[in-house]
């Protein structure tokens, strides 16, 4: 079993959602962003998601995809963001981390291969954007060897008739998409989400969070409390970007600038 639903059994036993957070690796140099992510426990995220820099990154909005060409400026590979969660595992063997990001790297690196290095090298879960439930075959007895939970995405769009079908390999979590498009370009409204948690519910006994349009805290507040944890990517790296010079590198303040506004969103979660 993974860290993520030891997890999430922790939190509901303390009564609240998950605060999960979004970090691009490499964005915008290998150290940068493992201070960013070795900060983020402290400052109240409870999961990890990590970014694998790809060049098409298609369900991924504007900011996201200047992160992702960031990183691969500075040098990113999958090996490359292995080692940052190695390392991130030297100082911390609790906090869960998932990797979200596209097959086409996976696929050249080698699915067995893949599967096997990332649970060696401490990741506990997967998000991979563009591999349906039809195609499931391709990386999911790969990542169940591995011990690897396979986390999968359902946007409004995904009906009853289908749910069971994307629901059937998930597990960890399941990430609902709160609107349909890329992310961080909007935000879903509490209604459409008050609708849309009890739907999923009725399919499964997974934890749900909720992201692709949360970057306020008290949207985050919101989304924990509807589901079971609020995702926000694009406001921190939106928050990261503000804070590069003129050539794109990191200033002395841009990790406690991301890590602020971190600690405002847990506070927030944590009511």
Not at 20 to 38: E, F, H, M, N
């Amino acid at each position: 079993m993974s860290r993520i639903p030891a997890k999430f059994a922790a939190l509901k036993a303390a009564g609240r959602g998950a605060l999960i957070t979004y970090q691009q690796a490499y964005d915008p140099d290998p150290a940068t962003s493992l201070a960013i992510i070795r900060g983020l426990p402290g400052a109240g995220a409870d999961l990890i998601e990590v970014g694998m820099p790809f060049t098409d990154p298609m369900a991924d909005g504007p900011s996201i995809q200047l992160a992702a060409q960031r990183a691969l400026k500075a040098g990113a590979t999958l090996a490359g963001v292995l080692a940052l969660v190695r390392d991130f595992r030297t100082g911390d063997d609790t906090t869960p981390i998932v990797l979200m990001g596209y097959y086409n790297p996976i696929l050249s690196y080698g699915v067995d291969r893949f599967c096997t290095d990332a649970a060696a090298s401490g990741v506990d879960g997967l998000i991979v954007v563009d591999v349906p439930p039809e195609e499931a075959h391709e990386i999911e007895p790969q990542a169940r060897a591995a011990g690897l939970d396979l986390i999968r995405l359902v946007a409004p769009t995904t009906d009853d008739a289908r749910l069971p079908r994307v629901l059937e390999a998930t597990s960890g979590f399941v990430y609902h998409v709160a609107i349909t498009g890329i992310t961080g370009t909007r935000s879903a409204s509490a209604a459409s989400l008050e609708l849309a948690i009890p739907r999923i519910r009725r399919h499964t006994a997974l934890p749900i969070a909720i992201g692709f349009g949360i970057r306020t805290p008290a949207q985050a507040a919101e989304a924990a409390a509807l589901a079971d944890g609020a995702v926000v990517g694009t406001a921190l790296v939106d928050t990261l970007a503000k804070s590069l010079d003129e050539q794109g590198r990191a200033k002395p303040d841009s990790v406690r600038k991301v890590l602020d506004q971190v600690r405002e969103l847990a506070d927030a979660v944590r009511g």
